[in-house]
Structure formats: C-alpha cells, structure tokens
C-alpha cells in the first residue's frame, strides 16, 4: 500500500525557515517524481515544487526561497522553505507524481494527509 | 502558465440529482487533466485521470469526459457521500495548476 506521510510543520516567526519531511513506503521511491502541493486555509490548491531525477521546479510565489530535495536511500522527500512570510500559511501536502516523460504526464495519484505550517508572530 | 477556470463556484444539489462542473484551460492541455475530491480536514482523493479515465475504487457514477481545453465531470445520481468540494488539475507541464473548486452542497 502506498502511503506518503508529511511531518515538520509547525509555527513558525515571519522571516524564519522551516524543513517539511515527506516519507515514502509502499512503492518504489526513486523511480518516481514527486510534488509538493498546499492549500491555505479555506483556499485552494496551489502547486509548490516538482522534484525528478533530473529537474527540479518552483512555483514563481516561492521561487528563490524554497528548495525541494530529495533522498532515496531514505525513501524521503523535503521541502526547505525560507524566509517564511504569512502567505506561506498553508497545509502542505507530498504527492506521487509530476512531470511529462516519453509523452506520458504523470498526474498526481497519491497524497499524503498534510502537515500544516502556520507563519504568525 | 496555463490557468484553469472551473464553474460553478457552488452548487446545491438534492441526493439523486445528475450534476455537472465543467473546466476550461487557457490553453490546449490535450486530455492531461484529473478531477479530485476534498473533504474537509482531508487530503485531495483522485477520481479521474486523462480526462476521462476512472480511478481504481471510484464509483461508476463519477465519469469525465472532454480533451483541448473544455473538461465535463459529472455525477450521474449523486449520493450522500458525494458532498465535498470538487477540483480539476491539468497535469500538462510540470507546473500544474487547478481550478478554484467547486462545493457540492446538500439542497
């Protein structure tokens, strides 16, 4: 079964930075691309960041401040976010998924259940 | 990037009803797009990918359809448990991007 669960958030100072951890089972961790994905409170979702073998990619709104790695030894996905600002608050959820290889796209098909950041003073 | 423009906003529906919440891109996304459903305090669950392709474990009710730009999700009798809010994503680029939802409300 697979399964993706996110942890790290928290509260968080404006101006601070934060690591948000996602761990993969059930699949085989590396032979995927993965995405980070949040959804601010009462809002949408809103892509954040794609991570493949290859490639990394940002949204513009968190472009510059925010790094997505990755470790398949660990069967882990991370998100560092930066200079965190209230608009950061959101739950951010880890998705299996992303990118178009061979003229196939890759939707995403599983979620994990979210970690929730909070960016006040 | 490619926006997504999902309507309605809101829908009330009675149980039974046949609903019907379309999406348009700002630009051909061939048939790269997926319907979920949220429910509150819950993670997006997948019910559709490419456009009209149903997810393992989805109702038969759910079915999609369209391709280019003009998408259609519909629920053929819409049941209680189908009270939640709805969204489409294009998975075209790498960058996805979703409509703003839509919320199924009980009538």
């Known amino acids: 079964e697979v399964q993706l669960v996110e942890s790290g958030g928290g509260l968080v100072k404006p101006g601070e930075s934060l690591t948000l951890s996602c761990a993969a089972a059930g699949f085989s961790f590396s032979s995927y691309a993965m995405s980070w994905v949040r959804q601010a409170p009462g809002k949408g979702l809103e892509w954040v960041a794609f991570i493949s073998d290859a490639n990394n990619y940002y949204a513009d709104a968190v472009k510059g401040r925010v790094t997505i790695s990755r470790d398949n030894a660990q069967n882990s996905l991370y998100l560092q976010i930066n200079d965190l600002r209230a608009e950061d608050t959101a739950i951010y959820y880890c998705?299996?998924?992303?990118?178009?290889?061979?003229?196939?796209?890759?939707?995403?098909?599983?979620w994990g259940l979210g970690t929730l950041v909070t960016v006040s003073s | 990037d490619i926006q997504m423009t999902q309507s309605p906003s809101t829908l009330s529906a009675s149980v039974g009803d046949r609903v019907t919440i379309t999406c348009r891109a700002s630009?051909?996304?061939?048939?790269?797009l997926a319907w979920f459903q949220q429910k509150p305090g819950k993670a997006p669950s997948l019910l559709i990918y490419k456009a009209s392709n149903l997810q393992r474990g989805v109702p038969s009710r759910f079915s999609g359809s369209g391709s280019g730009t003009d998408f259609t999700l519909t629920i053929s009798s819409l049941q209680p448990d189908d009270f939640a809010t709805y969204y489409c994503q294009q998975y075209h680029s790498f960058s996805w991007t979703f409509g703003q939802g839509t919320k199924v409300e009980i009538k």
């Open positions: 630009q051909s996304i061939s048939s790269w």
């Open positions: 998705a299996r998924g992303g990118g178009c290889f061979d003229d196939i796209c890759y939707y995403p098909d599983y």
